[in-house]
């Protein structure tokens, strides 16, 4: 091949990876999220590599809740794409920008995985005996999510690892309490028995949308539990760059919000489901933007 030619072919591949990387971004948008995916805050050189991590977690997440007819052969097929992108065969715009990101940051296929299982864990399983079932569950639904995200940052280390896991199992968290008639309308149940039970509350009285006093203080105590892990997750902050530490705060302060909202609601999230305003959403993101010019 000329050197004509290989900068033709060279300027093409970079083309093709530009457009895999647009058609994230736009995908990502089209999604009602509680916060931005990437803000702009973050370094932009790294935005689009965040595109591409939502998208493939959005679109997993739709394999699983929302996709037509068989979803654990479809969720099969999902899993075959991923491997065959880890091998460069890559047509999907989704994968062409993954394996792009992936390539690039060395992120290996293990929460990418877990992530597809927690999926068709959500075909099996509808129920959750006890706390840490769920946390098992949110090891595959959650945290890979946080790990992806530690690799685009350019940390591998356990310790953060573990802070990020902390404060991903709270969003989770937090969204469950927040959804709660959601995920009882697709009859999921992520509200652990022996917690109902200890509070004297029936899976009959979940149905039947009572939310008296004691459901209100099973969602006290799920909240807290909630927020226990976001005050663990917190030192992650301090210990990457500056420059990325105004999103995974936003991440957290977030997910605080939820929880926030929750408890105005009088931790009712039967009768309506708690949302966080606007304002609340611009006020966190201004006063960050002021932290991040201080220095702190």
């Not at 935005?47 to 739709?62: E, G, I, K, N």
Request: charged residues 30%; proline residues 3%; contains cysteine.
């Amino acid at each position: 091949m000329s050197a004509t030619a290989a900068a033709a072919s060279m300027a093409t591949v970079r083309g093709g990876v530009r457009d895999a990387y647009a058609w994230c971004r736009r995908y990502t948008r089209q999604h009602d999220e509680n916060f931005a995916v990437a803000s702009w805050f973050l370094p932009k050189r790294l935005r689009p590599h965040f595109f591409a991590l939502y998208a493939f977690c959005r679109w997993t997440d739709d394999l699983g809740d929302e996709a037509a007819g068989d979803r654990l052969a479809l969720l099969d097929a999902w899993e075959r794409e991923l491997r065959a992108c880890y091998r460069g065969d890559r047509t999907r715009p989704l994968f062409v920008a993954l394996g792009h990101t992936i390539d690039r940051f060395s992120i290996p296929d293990e929460p990418f995985l877990r992530l597809i299982e927690a999926n068709r864990i959500d075909q099996r399983v509808s129920r959750f005996e006890t706390y840490d079932d769920l946390l098992r569950y949110c090891e595959h639904s959650a945290t890979p999510a946080g790990r992806m995200v530690l690799y685009v940052l350019g940390y591998r280390d356990e310790r953060r690892q573990r802070l990020a896991d902390a404060t991903c199992t709270g969003l989770q968290l937090a969204n469950f309490w927040q959804d709660v008639s959601r995920d009882l309308a697709k009859g999921r149940v992520y509200i652990p028995l022996e917690d109902m039970r200890r509070c004297g509350y029936s899976e009959e009285d979940l149905r039947a949308g009572v939310a008296d006093e004691r459901f209100r203080a099973l969602m006290r105590f799920e909240a807290g539990r909630a927020r226990g892990l976001f005050a663990e997750g917190r030192t992650l902050e301090a210990l990457i760059d500056r420059r990325a530490r105004a999103d995974v705060r936003l991440f957290r302060l977030g997910g605080e919000a939820v929880l926030d909202a929750i408890e105005r609601a009088g931790y009712d999230t039967l009768s309506h489901r708690p949302r966080v305003p606007k304002a609340k959403k611009l006020w966190m993101a201004a006063s960050n933007g002021l932290r991040m010019k201080l220095g702190i």
